[in-house]
């Protein structure tokens, strides 16, 4: 197992958002977390990443427990964290936001096949080589998208966590940030993805959670998922 997070708490204040969590990812997985607005979905990767401290539960990391761990830390470990707000700097490059993803400020081992550089992005994301001079501040909604997962992908995660990464954006778009998400998955970065738009979940994901309030109410594949209307109506439909 890759990821193997057992009973989660975290707190706001007093405010219990997350009431013993558990979820795991394997190796080369695409795992889909979902749930209504306001269940603990983002909570969950940002306990996941170090940003929000969990109070109590593990996360084991390829083998290690990285609970308490801050998220630069967590970073180093194998683990890229694409939040949803995009935070690209504005009046940077495209090039120098993606080199700004980089550990430590330089690449190592450039010609590995598997170390991510600004060329194997390009090829990966065509739409941003078009804008490699482009500042940050001027690049659309779904070309921001693509940057901070590329700039994610330059620190070399084995595991990467997606928060909603298809929000507010066109439907074109859309089906770009889903195909690249498709591509990284296959060029061996694990995903755990939190996603609105469940056709896009579907059409990725090996598996999938899905979250009641600051629970996890069901786990299974896409065609358990299918054959449960119940968990369906749950979890999912307003
Ligand atoms: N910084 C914060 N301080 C206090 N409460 C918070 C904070 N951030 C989130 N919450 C609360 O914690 C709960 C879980 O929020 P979280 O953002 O994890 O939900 P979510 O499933 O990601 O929702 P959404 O689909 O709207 O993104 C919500 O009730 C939310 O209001
Ligand atoms: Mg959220």
Same mark, same amino acid.
């Given at each position: 197992?890759?990821?193997?997070?057992?009973?989660?708490?975290?707190? !706001?204040?007093?405010? $219990? @958002?997350?009431?013993?969590?558990?979820?795991?990812?394997?190796?080369?997985?695409? &795992?889909?977390?979902?749930?209504?607005? %306001?269940?603990?979905? +983002?909570?969950?990767?940002?306990?996941? *990443? %170090?940003?929000?401290?969990?109070?109590?539960?593990?996360?084991?990391?390829?083998?290690?427990?990285?609970?308490?761990?801050?998220? !630069?830390?967590?970073?180093?470990?194998?683990?890229?964290?694409?939040?949803?707000?995009?935070?690209?700097?504005?009046?940077? +490059?495209?090039?120098?936001?993606? *080199?700004? #993803? @980089?550990?430590?400020?330089?690449?190592?081992?450039?010609?590995?096949?598997?170390?991510?550089?600004?060329?194997?992005?390009?090829?990966?994301?065509?739409?941003?080589?078009?804008? /490699?001079?482009?500042?940050?501040?001027?690049?659309? #909604?779904?070309?921001?998208?693509?940057?901070?997962?590329?700039?994610?992908? *330059? #620190?070399?995660?084995?595991?990467?966590? &997606?928060?909603?990464?298809?929000?507010?954006?066109?439907?074109?778009? &859309?089906?770009?940030?889903?195909?690249?998400? /498709?591509?990284?998955?296959? /060029? %061996?970065?694990?995903?755990?993805?939190?996603?609105?738009?469940? =056709?896009?979940? *579907?059409?990725?994901?090996?598996?999938?959670?899905?979250?009641?309030?600051? $629970?996890?109410?069901?786990?299974?594949?896409?065609?358990?998922? =299918?054959?449960?209307?119940?968990?369906? /109506?749950? !979890?999912?439909?307003?």
């Amino acid at each position: 197992m890759l990821l193997e997070v057992k009973d989660l708490n975290t707190f !706001y204040g007093t405010s $219990h @958002v997350l009431q013993g969590i558990s979820l795991n990812v394997s190796q080369g997985e695409l &795992v889909a977390l979902l749930g209504r607005n %306001g269940m603990g979905k +983002s909570t969950t990767l940002k306990s996941i *990443m %170090g940003v929000i401290k969990a109070r109590s539960g593990s996360i084991v990391f390829k083998g290690k427990n990285i609970c308490g761990y801050p998220s !630069y830390k967590t970073a180093r470990i194998g683990i890229g964290y694409v939040p949803e707000d995009r935070r690209i700097f504005p009046t940077l +490059s495209v090039v120098d936001n993606l *080199m700004l #993803g @980089v550990k430590g400020g330089k690449i190592k081992k450039p010609n590995d096949p598997k170390t991510w550089t600004v060329e194997k992005i390009f090829q990966h994301f065509p739409m941003l080589e078009k804008r /490699a001079k482009s500042k940050g501040m001027h690049l659309s #909604g779904g070309e921001q998208q693509m940057l901070t997962i590329g700039r994610s992908l *330059m #620190g070399n995660p084995d595991l990467l966590l &997606v928060d909603e990464p298809t929000e507010g954006l066109a439907p074109l778009m &859309v089906k770009e940030v889903r195909d690249v998400l /498709a591509e990284i998955n296959k /060029a %061996g970065v694990s995903i755990l993805l939190v996603e609105h738009n469940l =056709k896009v979940a *579907m059409s990725l994901a090996h598996r999938l959670y899905l979250m009641g309030k600051a $629970h996890v109410g069901f786990s299974g594949t896409i065609d358990e998922l =299918k054959a449960n209307p119940e968990a369906r /109506a749950k !979890y999912l439909e307003v």
